[in-house]
Every structure is written in structure tokens, then in C-alpha cells.
């Protein structure tokens, strides 16, 4: 009995001890914050738009910023970076920077793994001050640079926080009008559509339709769609299952009251009961522990990636656009705000993977990306903060002579390929149909020898990314 209250005893001791040095880098990083010594950076964007390379890269180039050739980050041209060392951020997994590193140095070389989890680093930087500054706050400083990652496929879970089952139901019966969704439920479609909502289910139906409604998700991901709720059931997360849900398709034909007093053990009170589950235990622990504490944002586009798969696919990001971006909080904040509140204070849309297409079309790909967030972000969003889009390329794996592109393929077969014209904004119906259908090739990284130990990263406009990010810290 002795034995197991003291073993009671000390897991009791080491718990106060990890909560309190968890309150202490709380609390350390809000004074960071107010002073300005601080910034969090949040990377977003849709599953396989390049959030892992492009963190992989930003770390590398402020690590080596001396050979990086960053002529626009003042910091880097200047020489005044001095040491920057990676740090691991409370409450997240470290962002395994040297991982990346080691595929990208790899024979062949491979792009960097996608997360697949919540992820965080700090890249504490120590810099000489502006002349100006040294005589009163002294020679050098530190500051500290905390970056996010998450995988992708949760970010489109977010806008489920502000609806009921019921809405999401009516809104995945809306998406089902699409012909490429309606062709790939298949049958499935009139199961879920006649299924009676007050009606009682085992769990053995309930799990034969659950996996059904997963394999659709997966091939809608497949075919090049981006709205594709929930998101989570696209992994196979061991650590965090989701539990068993689907949309019943046919409540629009039942009226609410009569919904909404349905017995407790009827498939649409279960359903109703563990989508707000999921939501609870999933989704919102997410948004708090990513996005609380965020000041800028990075977004990334992979508009090449939608544009390819033709108009249903990129009305489809639209659509995602505009709802995930209706989650953000944002505006500007002094220092008294820091301390009791966060919002985020700029946001960078980048246009990713300019390399695949010639440098002449690059300006155009930034615009139709400026089109697309005119298009899906609000106007008092685009009133209230900063928002700037960029064409940028964390890894150039293309080079580009005589209007073409020399590029490896994921195989290692070299060659070329001419490049398709980009639109500078969003196409009409015409547009579209004059478009020729391309599927972009998955291309290799570059080999480059010694990134280990230093090496430059072939990039685009990155020394942009980071002046947008960071130029008013140094």
C-alpha cells in the first residue's frame, strides 16, 4: 500500500513539474511576443500543396542565409545573421527539419515526407542590430522564430466548428449535384440518400457504410477535388481514430422539429452525436492549439495542381477557399494587445511551384492566385490586414532553356517539356473550354551536393517570403 502511494505520489510530482515548466514557456513566449522578441508563423494550405518542402526550405535558407543568396531579406544581404540554432516548441512534435534535409540529399533525391502530425520548430536567431539601435539596446539580439505545420487534410475540417450535422448533411447533399461526386458514390448515393433517419442501425451496417463513405473520400481526394469532409478520415492516424460517421442524404425530405426529437438511439441522433464528436475531441483542440497563437500566415496554392484538372475541380477550391479562409481571426495588435489576444496580422498567399512553368508566365500565376483570393476572401478580411501574394518556389527542381523546361521525372528520366500558358486570372467559360487538358508530372528534387553541410537551395523568390514574414523584425 506504501509502495503505490508513493509511486501515486511521484507521477503526481512529475505532473505539477511538466505543468509547470509548460506555464513558464507559456508565459515566456507571451513576453517574447509583447516585445516583439517573438513571431509565430502559421504554414496552411491543401494536402500536397508543399507545406513540408517549403518549411524544409525556409529553416535551410535562414540556417545558411549567408550562401542563400537572399538579396531582399536585408538581414541575410547585410551578413547580419550571426547564429541560429533550432529549437523544439512546447507541446508540439519538433518538425523534423533534418529528415527533409536527408531526403533531399538522398540518391536519388526525394522530396521531404508530408506531416503527419501537428508540428513546430523554433529557429532562434541571433543578429547584429541596425546601427541605429546599438548604442542604446547594444550589439546583438535573439529572436525567435516559431513555425507550424499540420497535415492538410485537417484544415478543411475547420469550417465544420460552426455547423450542426444537420447543415453539413444538407451541404453534402449540395455537393453530390456535381457530376464527378455523383459518379464516384456510385450506388452508395442511393443508399445514403434512403436511408430513414429515424430508423434504428447496428453496428455492423453503420461500419459497412462508414468504410464505403471513406473509400468515396479517398477517390474524390484521387481525382483532384479539394473540399472533402472530414478530412481526417483520409489517414490512418493510429493516435487519433475517427469515429465512424456518414451524411444522410435524404433529411431534406423530414422536417427539423421532428429530426430534432428523434429518439436517442435512431441512426440520425447517432450520426448527429459522433460528427459533434469528432468536432470536440478532433477539430477544435486543433484549431485552439495551431492557430491560437499565430501571428502571420503563410497560405500556399497549388493553382497549377487545379487548374490541370479542369473547371468542376477548381470550382471545387474555390469553394474550400472561401470557407476555410471565413475561419480566420485577423488585425493588427500593439503590444498591450499581444499580451491578452491573438490574431493573425498578415497573411502571404504564394502561388507554389512557379518553376513548372517558364519564368515569362510566373507574374501571371501570381495574379490568377491574387484572382483566386479577391474571389475568397472577404472584403473586410482584405480591410482589416495585410494580405500580399507571391509567385515563390521553396526547391526549383526545373531549368528553363529555349522555352522549355529541363526536368527529372519521380523515375529519374531526364528530358524536357514545353510548358503550358498560364491565365492571369480566373478563366470564363470560354476560357475553360479552350484550355488543353495537361496532367502535371511528379518531378524529382535536384541533386545538390554538400546540402548537409550548407549548401544553397535552388529556389524562387524565397528572399521575398521571408522580407514579407520577417523584414520588419531585424
Not at 429530426?259 to 469528432?278: E, P
Not at 471545387?316 to 475561419?327: G, H
Not at 521525372?409 to 480566373?426: F, M, S, T, Y
Request: glycine share 4%; hydrophobic share 40%; with cysteine.
Amino acid at each position: 500500500m506504501l509502495d503505490n502511494l508513493t509511486s501515486k505520489l511521484n507521477k503526481l510530482t512529475t505532473d505539477v513539474k511538466q505543468t509547470t515548466h509548460s506555464l513558464i514557456d507559456d508565459a515566456s513566449r507571451v513576453v517574447d511576443r509583447a516585445f516583439d522578441k517573438h513571431i509565430c508563423i502559421g504554414v496552411t494550405g491543401f494536402s500536397g500543396s508543399g507545406k513540408s518542402t517549403f518549411i524544409t526550405s525556409l529553416i535551410h535558407q535562414l540556417r545558411y542565409s549567408n550562401e542563400a543568396g537572399l538579396a531582399s531579406f536585408l538581414a541575410a544581404r547585410d551578413q547580419r545573421i550571426l547564429e541560429v540554432n533550432l529549437l523544439s516548441s512546447q507541446g508540439f512534435d519538433l518538425f523534423d527539419y533534418q529528415a527533409g534535409i536527408t531526403a533531399l540529399s538522398s540518391k536519388p533525391p526525394q522530396w521531404p515526407q508530408p506531416t503527419q502530425s501537428l508540428s513546430s520548430a523554433i529557429v532562434q536567431i541571433v543578429y547584429k542590430r541596425n546601427s541605429a539601435f546599438k548604442r542604446v539596446l547594444g550589439e546583438t539580439s535573439t529572436f525567435n522564430i516559431e513555425i507550424r505545420d499540420y497535415p492538410g487534410e485537417w484544415l478543411l475540417d475547420l469550417p465544420l466548428i460552426g455547423q450542426n450535422y444537420l447543415n453539413w448533411c444538407f451541404d453534402q447533399t449540395d455537393l453530390t449535384k456535381q457530376a464527378v461526386r455523383k459518379q464516384l458514390l456510385g450506388d452508395l448515393f442511393q443508399h445514403l440518400h434512403a436511408i430513414n433517419p429515424f430508423d434504428v442501425m447496428d453496428e455492423s451496417q453503420i461500419d459497412q457504410l462508414y468504410q464505403r463513405f471513406k473509400f468515396f473520400l479517398k477517390q474524390s481526394k484521387e481525382q483532384g477535388l479539394t473540399l472533402i469532409q472530414p478530412g481526417r478520415m483520409l489517414l490512418e492516424d493510429k493516435h487519433h481514430q475517427a469515429v465512424p460517421f456518414f451524411p444522410l442524404l435524404g433529411l431534406h425530405n423530414y422536417d427539423k422539429d421532428a429530426l430534432a426529437n428523434a429518439n436517442d438511439k435512431s441512426i440520425y441522433k447517432v450520426m448527429s452525436q459522433r460528427y459533434q464528436d469528432y468536432i470536440d475531441v478532433l477539430v477544435k483542440p486543433f484549431n485552439k492549439h495551431f492557430f491560437d497563437d499565430i501571428d502571420r500566415q503563410v497560405v500556399l496554392i497549388d493553382a497549377l495542381k487545379v487548374i490541370s484538372g479542369g473547371k468542376d475541380n477548381f470550382d471545387d477550391m474555390m469553394l474550400a477557399q472561401s470557407r476555410v479562409m471565413d475561419c480566420y481571426k485577423y488585425g493588427s495588435l500593439n503590444a498591450l494587445q499581444k499580451l491578452f489576444t491573438t490574431k493573425i496580422e498578415r497573411i502571404l498567399f504564394i502561388a507554389s511551384k512557379p518553376d513548372r512553368v517558364l519564368a515569362s508566365q510566373h507574374e501571371n500565376l501570381r495574379s490568377l492566385v491574387n484572382d483566386i483570393i479577391i474571389r475568397t476572401c472577404s472584403q473586410k478580411l482584405r480591410n482589416s490586414i495585410r494580405i500580399d501574394t507571391e509567385s515563390a518556389c521553396s526547391i526549383r527542381c526545373t531549368q528553363e532553356v529555349n522555352d522549355l523546361l529541363r526536368v527529372t521525372n519521380a523515375e529519374g528520366k531526364r528530358g524536357v517539356v514545353d510548358p503550358i500558358l498560364i491565365p492571369d486570372h480566373i478563366p470564363t467559360e470560354a476560357e475553360w473550354a479552350a484550355l488543353p487538358y495537361w496532367i502535371p508530372e511528379v518531378l524529382q528534387p535536384p541533386e545538390i551536393d554538400g546540402l548537409v553541410n550548407g549548401a544553397r537551395l535552388p529556389s524562387i523568390r524565397m528572399d521575398k517570403v521571408l522580407t514579407f514574414l520577417l523584414g520588419d523584425k531585424f
